[in-house]
């Protein structure tokens, strides 16, 4: 199985909202409700945002939002603030074959 | 407090092998999974396998088998990835996380970045 499908880059201005999409198959996003979402800031560690689709774990604010439709999820993050930028990852488990995948992750820019 | 932390980088030749630790602290290893994820220089985030820090079970993506091997020493509460026959697209950061009974990695370590080179 191929990396989940994120587009390349988004962007926005502080205080507006942004999604970024996450598409899978029936064999991963659609099929099992274990998508999560992970933040990375340049030389740091991923940092967990979601998991099981739209449950934020303590301490994450809940401007981070989580959904899904058939085998396509998405982050939404509302209320943009300057140190959202980064880029973010998206994960599915995959079945027996394949069970963990990532996407290929999303540049976020903050105008 | 809860963390992971691991081994200092690494360089090595083509051919060979390396052996990373992670050790947790501020919770019993054998409570969560140790997964490895792997990240080359300017790339997106690859999985490699699991373990199943109590039973020692292990679980690789199919890239990886038949070169990773994935282990504990629960006396020390330390997990280990070693990956052998490096190649130069080897070279990557390559880190532990944990998860509890999902994929929600929500500790990581801080990273040990492999370069491979002649």
């Known amino acids: 199985q191929s990396a989940l499908t994120q587009p390349r880059s988004v962007s926005g201005s502080p205080g507006q909202s942004v999604t970024i999409s996450c598409t899978g198959t029936s064999s991963d996003v659609g099929g099992y409700n274990y998508v999560s979402w992970y933040q990375q800031h340049p030389g740091k560690a991923p940092k967990l945002l979601i998991y099981d689709v739209s449950k934020r774990p303590s301490g994450v604010p809940d401007r981070f939002s989580g959904s899904k439709s058939g085998n396509t999820a998405s982050l939404t993050i509302s209320g943009l603030q300057a140190e959202d930028e980064g880029d973010y990852y998206c994960c599915s488990y995959g079945g027996t074959n394949t069970p963990i995948l990532f996407g290929g992750g999303t540049k976020l820019t903050v105008l | 407090q809860v963390q992971l932390v691991q081994s200092g980088p690494e360089v090595k030749k083509p051919g060979a092998s390396v052996k990373v630790s992670c050790k947790a602290s501020?919770?019993?290893?054998?409570?969560?999974?140790i997964h490895w994820v792997r990240q080359a220089p300017g790339q997106g985030l690859e999985w490699m396998g699991w373990i199943n820090t109590n039973s020692g079970g292990t679980n690789y993506a199919q890239k990886f088998q038949g070169r990773v091997t994935m282990t504990r020493d629960t006396s020390i509460n330390t997990a280990y990835m070693e990956l052998s026959r490096l190649g130069s697209d080897d070279t990557a950061m390559y880190y532990c996380t944990r998860s509890l009974s999902s994929i929600d990695f929500d500790c990581w370590g801080q990273g040990t970045l492999v370069t491979v080179s002649s």
């Open positions: 501020g919770y019993s290893l054998t409570v969560y999974f």
